[in-house]
C-alpha cells in the first residue's frame, strides 16, 4: 500500500517551483536511462504547467526525446482535439513543441467505436510494447508514471467505489456512466509496473484526500497502488499543510 511503501517527498511553496523541480528531476531521470524511457502521462490540470516548461530550452534540450515514449495513465472518451482530452493538453502543452517521434506518442484511443473497444486497443499496445503479455516483477513497464490525486483520492480514472478498483487481469478498462465523461483507465497493475511513480499535487483543496492517503486510507483509492517501485510526492505547500508533512 502507498503508505507503507518508502517514499520521498518534496514540498514547494508555490505550485510553480513544484513545476520547476519535477520537470528537473524528470531529465535527470529520462538522461540518466540508457535504453528508451517510458513515461506514463498523468491528465487534469496539475501536470499541464510541468509539461509547459518541459518544452522550454532548459529542459527540452536535455530531454532524450528520441527514445521517450509517452503513454497516458487514462483519458477521457472525446475526440482527441477536444478540450477535454488529457492527450490535447499534453499535446498542446508539450508534444506539438519537442522532437519526439509521432510513433513514440501512444494516445488511449477514444475515436474507436466503444470505450470498451478503446480499452481493448490499448492494453494490446501496451502489450506489443512491453513485448509480453503478463506483467513480470522485477521488469517493469514504465520508467516514470505520473499521477494526479482527486479531492475525492482517485488516481487515473480509478475512482472511489468503482469496478475498476478491482480489476487485476486486464491491462486498461473502460470506466462508464461513473463521472462524465465516460472514461479510459490503466488498472492498478499496469500503474503500479514501474521503475518510479510520481505524485504532483498542488492546492488548498487536496489536502484532505492527501492526508488520508499517507496515513493509509484504503477508501481512497490512492492509497490501494500497490508498486515495487519507487514512489516521489511532489506537492506544495497548500497541499501539505499538514506538521507532519510540511516539515513544520
Ligand atoms: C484526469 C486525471 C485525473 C487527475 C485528477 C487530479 O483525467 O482527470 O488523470 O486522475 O489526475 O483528477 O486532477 P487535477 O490535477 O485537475 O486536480
Given at each position: ?91 498542446q502543452a508539450l ?34 510494447f512491453y513485448g ?117
Amino acid at each position: 500500500m502507498i503508505a507503507n511503501t518508502a517514499a520521498q517527498t518534496h514540498v514547494f511553496d508555490t505550485p510553480e517551483q513544484l513545476a520547476q523541480q519535477a520537470a528537473d528531476w524528470i531529465v535527470g531521470r529520462a538522461s540518466k536511462s540508457r535504453t528508451r524511457f517510458a513515461l506514463c502521462l498523468s491528465g487534469g490540470d496539475t501536470p499541464q504547467r510541468l509539461y509547459e516548461l518541459l518544452a522550454t530550452p532548459p529542459y527540452r534540450v536535455r530531454m532524450p526525446w528520441d527514445r521517450t515514449h509517452c503513454f497516458w495513465g487514462d483519458e477521457r472518451v472525446v475526440p482527441h482535439d477536444g478540450p477535454l482530452s488529457n492527450f490535447h493538453m499534453a499535446w498542446q502543452a508539450l508534444l506539438q513543441h519537442v522532437p519526439i517521434p509521432a510513433e513514440n506518442i501512444h494516445a488511449i484511443p477514444t475515436e474507436q467505436t466503444s470505450p470498451a473497444a478503446g480499452a481493448a486497443a490499448y492494453a494490446t499496445t501496451l502489450k506489443r510494447f512491453y513485448g509480453g503479455d503478463t506483467l513480470e516483477a522485477g521488469r517493469p513497464l514504465f520508467d516514470l508514471v505520473l499521477l494526479g490525486l482527486g479531492e475525492d483520492g482517485h488516481i487515473a480514472s480509478l475512482f472511489p467505489g468503482s469496478p475498476a478498483l478491482a480489476e487485476t487481469e486486464r491491462w486498461a478498462v473502460p470506466v462508464v456512466g461513473e463521472t462524465p465523461p465516460d472514461r479510459i483507465t490503466l488498472t492498478y497493475p499496469v500503474l503500479a509496473s514501474s521503475k518510479v511513480i510520481a505524485f504532483l499535487v498542488a492546492g488548498e483543496r487536496k489536502r484532505n484526500a492527501l492526508a488520508r492517503v499517507r496515513a493509509g486510507d484504503l477508501a481512497l483509492p490512492a492509497s490501494r497502488l500497490q508498486t515495487a517501485g519507487a514512489i516521489h510526492w511532489f506537492i506544495d505547500r497548500a497541499a501539505a499543510a499538514t506538521p507532519a508533512l510540511s516539515g513544520a
